[in-house]
Each structure stands twice: as C-alpha cells, then as structure tokens.
C-alpha cells in the first residue's frame, strides 16, 4: 500500500496488531480506498499466510448464488445443482475468506453467517450434514452498518460479531499529502506495462492532482494516471491530459455526502470552479452552488430512501432547511 500520511501509518499499525490473532476484522470506507489490499495484507501478515485467501463479492450475486457461492450445495439441492459443489467457506478452510461488500447480504442469509461466525459450522444448500471449518473472517463494507441496521437491512447480532475488530479507511481527500507518492507509484506501474520511459509530471498538473478531491478515491487516481500515460505519447504528464473537471474546469459527479455538511462540499468545488472563472466569477459561484447541492441533495435522499431526517443529518443541516430546499429544487418525487 502506498501512504505515509499520519491517517495510513494508523491503518498500518493497527493492521499488523490484528494480524497476528483470529479475530473477525470489518473493514469500512468509501469505495477505492484500498480495503481489499488491507485485507490481503492481514491474511499476508497472519500465521495463516500459508493457507488460502479467498474473496467473495457478495454484492455481485443474487441470494440464491451467494448462499451456493458461500456454503456450497449437493446435487440434486436445486434444479441447476448437477454435481455437487465445495463453497467458499470450506475452500478457505485453514485460511481467510474476504467478504466483500457484506452490507448487500440479504436479511435471511445473515442468519447462515450468523452461525458461521459463532458456531464455524454450516450445512451445504440441499444437506443435512454438519460442515466446521476453521478460517479468519475479514468483512468490508462500503455503507453504515448501523444505518443499515436502523432501516431493517442488517442484523443488529451480526453487526457485532463482525465489528471485533473495525478499520476504517480514510479518503485519498483526507490524506492529501499522499497524492504525489500514489502518482509517482501509478505513473512507474503504468509507464511499464506500456513498455514507455516514465513520464515526469508538471508542477502545474501536480498542483491541481493535489488539490482535487477525489470522490473516487485512489481508484480514480489510477484511472486517471493510466489515462494520461496513453494520452502523453512518452511526453510530460501536463493538465490539459487529465478530465476537464480534475482541473476545476466542470463540474464534479457527487456520489455520495462527503463529511463535513454540505456546505464544506459545495465551497471545496466552487473554489475549483472559480480557479477557472474570469470576471464573472460571482455568477460562476451562484451557479455551481445551485447546481452541486441540487445534485448532492438528491444523491442522498436517494441513498437514504427518501427518508428527510436521515438525509439532513448526513447533510449537515436541519429537516426544515432541507425540506425547504427540497421544494425549491422540486426533489419531491425524491423525498418522502
């Protein structure tokens, strides 16, 4: 992993403590911040480095395949079952299984999980023959479990259980100082794999790599460092080779509420819109506010389902002033 900020030496530390026992381990973080590689690296780390490491996306599998996936099934268990099959937690045996985007489980297969984790026990989909295995759960997740749990998502007991051990980690925005290191890292990976002598980046392109806010975080930084190789023909990395909005030339897709209120988010992108406005710079301002909080808005009524309680507090603001803003932006059909 590459970081040296204060934020990534704490992930550091606190992964090598944990690596060395069997607890359960949970990830947490918005998506791209690496929680993959730190999994890789406990298992790495661990007195069972030996073993095997497996992953499993369980947002990528409908209930009925990841209940398959994960414990297995016989033949017979199902109309497709024409063989019987080994899951994923007997395959981990002696190892560590990585449950990937864990909050996408459903409601009743948390209640087999459950289990796995109190008991390390299971039955194969379609049999009644007790399986125990023995292998280190790591779980991630990119959503608040405990918002999860207040919306009847998530199962307050398996919450718990795979909260043993938490690691949050931090956003490329809250560890700025680690841009330039994770640039010269992608730019010696992707000058290589494209057989080209590594390219030096301007100080006019570094300073605006350092200043944007990278809602997709270290994923999105190498996306846009292997973009700017192709584009750069063996030259200097310079500006005008990465997106118009990393140079505060449009305006920002939001995702997601960032912390820090929505204020703090609409004033981060009008100071990169600015940097671009001539004499109509007050305009540019009033536009690119109405335009990032009707969006950012609306990005998180639909994240928290329209409930407006919820949404004011992960904005920053009160109910009033978001119902308020939900008329003036006719978000109705969004809210409720």
Same mark, same amino acid.
């Not at 990841?66 to 199902?78: D, M, N, Q, W």
């Given at each position: 992993m590459i970081g040296d900020s204060a934020a990534m030496r704490e992930v550091y530390e606190l992964? &090598?403590? %944990? +690596?060395? /026992?069997?607890?359960?381990? $949970?990830?947490?973080?918005?998506? #791209?911040?690496?929680? @993959?590689?730190?999994?890789?690296?406990?298992?790495?780390?661990?007195?069972?480095?030996?073993?095997?490491?497996?992953?499993?996306?369980?947002?990528?599998?409908?209930?009925?395949?990841?209940?398959?996936?994960?414990?297995?099934?016989?033949?017979?268990?199902?109309t497709s079952a024409f063989e019987s099959r080994t899951g994923r937690f007997e395959a981990a045996h002696g190892g560590t299984i990585f449950l990937d985007e864990i909050n996408s489980?459903?409601?009743?297969?948390?209640?087999?999980?459950?289990?796995?984790?109190?008991?390390?026990?299971?039955?194969?989909?379609?049999?009644?023959?007790?399986?125990?295995?023995?292998? &280190?759960? %790591? +779980?991630? /997740?990119?959503?608040?479990? $405990?918002?999860?749990?207040?919306? #009847?998502?998530?199962? @307050?007991?398996?919450?718990?259980?795979?909260?043993?051990?938490?690691?949050?980690?931090?956003?490329?925005?809250?560890?700025?100082?680690?841009?330039?290191?994770?640039?010269?890292?992608?730019?010696?990976?992707?000058?290589?794999a494209n057989g080209v002598t590594p390219p030096q980046v301007t100080r006019e392109a570094q300073g605006f790599l350092e200043s944007y806010a990278w809602p997709g975080n270290v994923r999105e930084l190498e996306n846009y460092v292997e973009r700017a190789i192709v584009l750069s023909g063996g030259g200097p990395l310079s500006p005008d080779m990465f997106p118009?909005?990393?140079?505060?030339?449009?305006?920002?897709?939001?995702?997601r509420a960032r912390s820090g209120g929505l204020e703090g988010l609409c004033s981060e992108l009008v100071s990169q819109s600015l940097t671009a406005a001539g004499d109509d710079a007050e305009n540019v301002h009033e536009r690119v506010v109405s335009l990032v909080e009707r969006e950012l808005i609306q990005q998180v009524l639909r994240t928290c389902q329209g409930v407006q309680t919820k949404a004011a507090t992960?904005?920053?603001?009160?109910?009033?002033?978001?119902?308020?803003?939900?008329?003036?932006?006719?978000?109705q059909s969004d809210a409720r």
């Open positions: 992964a &090598r403590q %944990v +690596a060395g /026992t069997s607890a359960t381990v $949970l990830l947490t973080g918005e998506t #791209g911040t690496g929680k @993959e590689l730190v999994a890789r690296a406990i298992h790495e780390l661990s007195g069972r480095a030996s073993g095997p490491y497996i992953r499993v996306n369980c947002g990528a599998l409908s209930e009925s395949l990841l209940e398959s996936e994960l414990f297995g099934h016989v033949k017979g268990a199902f489980v459903s409601y009743k297969l948390q209640v087999k999980l459950l289990r796995v984790l109190q008991e390390h026990e299971f039955e194969r989909v379609g049999d009644t023959r007790t399986i125990t295995v023995d292998c &280190r759960i %790591v +779980a991630a /997740t990119n959503r608040d479990l $405990l918002d999860e749990i207040d919306e #009847g998502r998530f199962r @307050e007991d398996l919450y718990y259980r795979l909260n043993v051990i938490p690691l949050y980690l931090p956003a490329l925005r809250e560890r700025p100082e680690d841009v330039s290191l994770l640039v010269e890292h992608f730019v010696r990976r992707f000058s290589k118009p909005h990393v140079r505060g030339l449009a305006p920002v897709r939001i995702g992960r904005l920053g603001i009160n109910r009033n002033t978001l119902h308020k803003k939900i008329e003036d932006y006719a978000l």
